[in-house]
């Protein structure tokens, strides 16, 4: 039962370089969302997709882009790394928008830009 | 907007212990509300949930109240072990939109 998986787990990049982190989920879920950590201001919503073909903003959307894939996996994009995206991403994927009770996690990627 | 309070970590405890941490939200709805918990190095799991006022959520000897009164739903446990060791999260879900609070780091030592 793989459940959700991201990767890269770690990464280093430099001011201005650009990367991708992606996730993909086999539970057959419909809606995905990006969430990144930071000490002391719990999760904040990046972008989230409701169902395959759709992508909202969330809190936080500012640097970054996301692609609803297919229904399995969604990606997120940071054109232009900034030191201020040093953080921990997180995506999940629950049954459908509003369904947090069965919201599930993977295990994060640690971002640092230097 | 809708936002979540929690006591400010970092928790350390002995084993046996009894645990609380706070959590007071606001809200303009009537939001369900959650606690998830997250183990090192891991992502986030649904710890217990409340969906209405008066409701109770509890799962692995946790329990949390929904106490619309107060605006609060504290997370308790009578007895840690050292495997709670973890960071919590509180939790607020309304109009489809869940918003956690900053997470408090409990350490249980044996």
């Known amino acids: 039962n793989a459940g959700v998986t991201q990767t890269p787990k770690f990464q280093v990049l430099k001011t201005g370089q650009s990367m991708t982190l992606q996730c993909a989920q086999d539970?057959?879920?419909?809606?995905m969302y990006w969430y990144r950590q930071d000490p002391g201001m719990g999760l904040r919503l990046i972008y989230y997709s409701a169902s395959e073909g759709t992508t909202d903003k969330g809190e936080v959307p500012n640097g970054y882009n996301v692609s609803r894939l297919n229904k399995r996996e969604f990606s997120l994009r940071l054109e232009s790394a900034a030191p201020s995206q040093t953080s921990v991403y997180f995506c999940?994927?629950?049954?459908?928008?509003?369904?947090?009770?069965?919201?599930?996690f993977g295990s994060g990627t640690q971002l640092s830009v230097l | 907007g809708d936002s979540v309070t929690q006591m400010e970590g970092p928790v350390t405890l002995s084993e046996e212990a009894f645990l609380t941490i706070n959590c007071t939200y606001t809200a303009t709805g009537y939001p369900s509300l959650f606690w998830y918990v997250q183990y090192p190095g891991e992502g986030l799991q649904l710890l217990l949930k409340a969906t209405k006022a008066d409701d109770k959520g509890s799962n692995k000897g946790f329990e949390a109240t929904y106490r619309k009164e107060t605006t609060s739903f504290h997370l308790e446990k009578g007895s840690v072990q050292v495997s709670d060791s973890a960071v919590y999260f509180c939790a607020l879900e309304d109009d489809y939109k869940l918003s956690f609070g900053a997470g408090t780091t409990v350490t249980v030592r044996a």
């Open positions: 999940a994927s629950s049954g459908g928008q509003g369904a947090y009770e069965k919201l599930f």
């Open positions: 539970m057959n879920h419909n809606s």
